[in-house]
């Protein structure tokens, strides 16, 4: 059964595994005793700490282990800030940062500090001359992810990264997404990582403070970890994290070259195959094993269930399948279509075979699930016959109130307008994305009586 969402957990690595076993009998003992077994398990530990750091590009003294990737980000956020509380309390971050960082900020905010988010383009990409214009003499931290987790996108690190150390600003960058495929470029101040995104094993993380970085570890003092990640290190899970970093790397430039060239075939053929689709993300600069794309007239948890029957694991960033029944963040902050939404992150070692076969299976699954909600005909199929409509679809959960509106647009002549009355918060991102889709012009939105006005105008 092909496994393709990579990106929220990489299979474990048979090198891990190796590492993993072997740590387990030498690496059991506490790495601070002078006893023989803690001599032992502090030389697994320091060897590891060598091997990240290397990875990482910093010194080995910079990099500590963490429970996991989100408990890096979090200390990292709030050690910086606290090391830089006299400056200000004014936090910086791009509007799709991982939920991890955004938590962060939320908590910074509820302290009393000032969080200010850059936006993004269609693409996912922030714009460094806007980053840096969002930069104040108060600010403390700027968060700058190095790629999108569900879009695939890479950002402009360096860039920002310089415009931050001329602003004297320290830049934390969440890296979980791309320390597999190499260092993250630039002169960032913080880095964070996350085991089980490389093949590692689940539970660790490692956060880097370059020298100089004013930093103060936030909770009680700990003697672990150079007092910033507090607790026992899991040492056999921290030898297996390390070892597997290292093997990744060395396969990452050929199998990054192998896995873009399946991630493109399934770039085109996606939009040659599936009708009203719209593939997301960065089309050059992202990540060599991450596709999104978005299905128009398509339940996004139903289409997840039927991709899972025929074998194929993806993940979705659609509102059906959060406990929120929001969408996604990231989808949100590009304007792009949520519902009937698909991430597909290629493990290392996916074949052409396993994509050929998903690419077989996707159009069907599609329209089966489009069938199930309702045909929804071209807007030549249906003779004028009103000048303006206005839709009722309130209890309605997108994608039906899109439905309607693709059934419903062939009864108004062109230049007439169809109001769409809804309650359900997709409709904001998801009808302006079929109007851009769909050649339409969208009017913009208003509040009725109940929920909220949608008007859009034929053009085609």
Not at 233 to 252: D, G, H, M, W
Not at 358 to 381: H, I, K, M, Y
Request: aromatic residues 4%; negative net charge.
């Amino acid at each position: 059964m092909p496994y393709f969402d990579s990106a929220s957990s990489a299979p474990l690595h048979p090198v891990a595994r190796q590492a993993l076993l072997a740590a387990i009998d030498e690496g059991w003992a506490d790495p601070a005793r002078l006893y023989r077994e803690g001599r032992r398990a502090r030389l697994l530990l320091d060897a590891a700490r060598e091997t990240a750091a290397e990875a990482v590009g910093c010194r080995p003294d910079e990099l500590v282990f963490t429970p996991s990737g989100t408990r890096a980000v979090h200390l990292g956020i709030e050690g910086a800030l606290a090391g830089r509380r006299r400056v200000g309390g004014h936090l910086v971050v791009s509007a799709v940062e991982h939920s991890s960082v955004l938590h962060s900020a939320a908590a910074h905010g509820a302290r009393g500090g000032t969080t200010t988010e850059v936006p993004v383009d269609r693409s996912g990409a922030v714009s460094p001359v806007e980053y840096a214009a969002a930069l104040r003499p108060d600010t403390a931290l700027a968060c700058l992810q190095s790629a999108n987790h569900e879009v695939g996108t890479e950002q402009p690190v360096a860039e920002v990264a310089q415009m931050c150390r001329e602003a004297g600003v320290p830049l934390l960058v969440d890296a979980a997404q791309s320390l597999a495929w190499g260092a993250v470029p630039g002169d960032w101040s913080l880095l964070a990582g996350s085991a089980h995104k490389w093949g590692g094993p689940a539970g660790v993380g490692l956060l880097a403070v370059r020298k100089g970085v004013r930093f103060a570890p936030q909770g009680p003092a700990d003697g672990r970890e150079s007092g910033r990640s507090a607790g026992f290190e899991n040492i056999p899970a921290v030898v297996a994290a390390a070892a597997s970093l290292r093997a990744v790397r060395a396969e990452a430039e050929e199998e990054a070259r192998r896995l873009r060239v399946l991630v493109d075939r399934i770039r085109r053929r996606v939009a040659r195959l599936v009708p009203d689709v719209e593939v997301v993300g960065a089309a050059d600069r992202r990540l060599p094993h991450v596709v999104t794309f978005s299905c128009l007239y398509v339940d996004g948890e139903t289409l997840l269930h039927e991709l899972d029957r025929a074998g194929f694991s993806v993940s979705s960033g659609s509102s059906c399948t959060s406990s929120t029944l929001t969408p996604s963040h990231v989808l949100k902050a590009m304007g792009v279509l949520s519902e009937g939404n698909v991430r597909v992150s290629l493990p290392m070692g996916t074949t052409a075979e396993e994509v050929n076969r998903f690419l077989e299976v996707l159009p069907g699954a599609v329209a089966g699930v489009r069938e199930q909600l309702g045909v929804v005909p071209a807007a030549t199929d249906v003779t004028p016959d009103v000048e303006s409509l206005e839709l009722d679809t309130l209890g309605l959960r997108c994608p039906q109130p899109v439905i309607e509106l693709g059934k419903a647009i062939g009864r108004v002549p062109v230049g007439g307008t169809v109001t769409v009355l809804s309650d359900d918060e997709v409709a904001r991102l998801d009808i302006p994305a079929w109007c851009a889709m769909r050649g339409q012009e969208y009017l913009g939105e208003s509040p009725a009586a109940a929920g909220t006005a949608y008007r859009v105008r034929r053009l085609v």
